[in-house]
């Protein structure tokens, strides 16, 4: 089974920017359908960006598109999440995840397998 280690999240200030870093092992990350999602205390989880294994379209929540870009470095196993223009509802802990179809991601839920996440903090 595919492992994923989150790293990169940080505190910033509004309108600052992370890029957060998913590195893959026990699977490549071409074999999968990636994606971030994120948890907030009070809030509900949020499937935030994909990216399909084979095509590379990705796709969006609302709430961050425009802002986040999910991309991935075949060569490196990695997969990553460049957030721009942060706000404080941004605030969560940003998990990576994995699904061998994506199938999970019509569902707007987590795939298959995630790590175990990393912290972004944004303050006022």
């Known amino acids: 089974q595919v492992q994923l280690v989150e790293s990169g999240g940080g505190l910033v200030q509004t309108g600052g920017s992370l890029r957060l870093s998913c590195a893959a092992s026990?699977?490549?990350?071409?074999?999968?359908?990636m994606g971030w999602f994120r948890q907030a205390p009070g809030k509900e989880r949020e499937l935030v960006a994909t990216?399909?294994?084979?095509?590379?379209?990705?796709w969006y929540a609302d709430s961050v598109a425009g802002r986040f870009t999910i991309s991935k470095d075949n060569a490196k196993n990695t997969v990553y999440l460049q957030l721009n223009n942060l706000k404080p509802e941004d605030t969560a802990v940003y998990y990576c995840?994995?699904?061998?179809?994506?199938?999970?991601?019509?569902?707007?839920?987590?795939?298959?397998?995630w790590g175990q996440g990393t912290q972004v903090t944004v303050s006022p």
């Open positions: 995840t994995a699904d061998p179809t994506g199938s999970h991601y019509y569902r707007k839920i987590p795939g298959s397998y």
């Open positions: 026990g699977g490549t990350v071409s074999s999968y359908a």
């Open positions: 990216i399909t294994r084979s095509e590379g379209v990705t």
